[in-house]
Structures are given as C-alpha cells and as structure tokens.
Nanobody, 124 residues
Framework: QVQLVESGGGLVQAGGSLRLSCVVSGRIFSNSAMGWFRQAPGKERDFVATINWSGAVTYYADSVKGRFTISRDNAKNTVHLQMNSLKPEDTAVYYC?????????????????WGQGTQVTVSS
C-alpha cells in the first residue's frame, strides 16, 4: 500500500518562506513522477509543481514560477517544495501526489496516490 506523508506547513507572514516535505513508502519512489497541488476553501485542487523521476524535468504553475522550487531525494524517498516570497493567495492545503510512471503531469487526474495534506497559511 502506497503512503504519502506531508510535513512542513504552518503559519507565515507574507514574504516569508516554508519548506514542505513528502515522504513516500510502498512503491519504488525513483521510478515515479511526483507533484504538488493545493486547494483553498471552496476552490478546486490546483496544480503547483511537478518533477520527473530523476529530478531533471520540472514544471510550475505560472502563479508560483520563480518563487517555488520542487526537488527530490530518491535515496530518502522524499520530495520537497521550497516556497519563498509567500503571498496571502498561497494560503491553501498543500497535497503531494505520486504517479505510477516516471513522466510529469499537471492534471490531478493523472496521479494515483495522495497524501493527507498540510495547511499553509500566509498572513498579510
């Protein structure tokens, strides 16, 4: 059974930084593309960032490009999301997700397993 556990969320002032982590167990992590998504109250789950199996290919939503960085450590089965210059509109529950393939994707429907989410709140 695949399990994803996120950590690192919290409350931060606008302009601050947070680093989210997601540890994956139950599958061969190094063969899997990973993604981060977020969902604000009353809104759909939106794509944030994705990374391929090796870490060589990444894509970002336009709203976070230049501020967020996705990375992975295959030796530790972990994917990170470094979030800098945070804005109040970044407030949401952040989810990591894993694909049963090595190739990146931006649609939530392309992902096979999800974590429970971690709350990020940015105050103005």
């Amino acid at each position: 059974q695949v399990q994803l556990v996120e950590s690192g969320g919290g409350l931060v002032q606008a302009g601050g930084s947070l680093r989210l982590s997601c540890v994956v167990s139950g599958r061969i992590f190094s063969n899997s593309a990973m993604g981060w998504f977020r969902q604000a109250p009353g809104k759909e789950r939106d794509f944030v960032a994705t990374i391929n199996w090796s870490g060589a290919v990444t894509y970002y939503a336009d709203s976070v490009k230049g501020r967020f960085t996705i990375s992975r450590d295959n030796a530790k089965n972990t994917v990170h999301l470094q979030m800098n210059s945070l804005k109040p509109e970044d407030t949401a529950v952040y989810y990591c997700a894993v694909r049963n393939t090595a190739v990146t994707a931006t649609s939530p429907r392309a992902y096979d397993s999800w974590g429970q989410g971690t709350q990020v709140t940015v105050s103005s």
